[in-house]
């Protein structure tokens, strides 16, 4: 934390309006000031809409160039009031092995249900 990137954490984004003025901030900051970049999108959450489409959510990182700090920005969307909060190194790692070991066991499952249908047709077709 230091004047070059934030000095506050946001718990919450109650308006729209507070999330687009935070965003301007930070746009700046990115863009023009130069002192804060994005480091990594980490996912925390997929879900399937349609056949083709999915809901992915999750956190974009930012890294101040000045102090090293890392900072988790969690957009505003609907119902989820987003965030902009610290966060460690340790933090988004295991973010992103929960995630990835969700979406194996999602895996496992949908095999298993693969198998047991496959295995019902093959039963009812003696
Ligand atoms: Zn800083």
């Not at 920005?73 to 295991?94: A, E, H, M, P, W």
Request: hydrophobic content about 35%; charged content about 30%; some cysteine.
């Amino acid at each position: 934390m230091c004047d070059k990137c934030f000095n506050n954490e946001i718990e919450s984004f109650p308006t729209e309006k507070d999330y687009l003025d935070f965003d301007l901030i930070l746009t700046k900051k990115l863009a023009n000031e130069k002192t804060v970049k994005h480091i990594q999108f980490v996912k925390t959450l997929e879900k399937q809409i349609d056949s083709r489409d999915y809901e992915v959510s999750g956190y974009n990182v930012y890294e101040c160039i000045y102090c090293g700090q890392l900072w988790a920005l969690r957009d505003r969307d609907n119902s989820d009031r987003g965030y902009f909060k610290k966060v460690s190194k340790q933090t988004i790692y295991n973010d992103i092995l929960a995630f990835k070991t969700k979406k194996k066991i999602g895996c496992f499952i949908l095999s298993i249900l693969v198998i047991i249908v496959i295995a019902t047709i093959f039963y009812l077709n003696k």
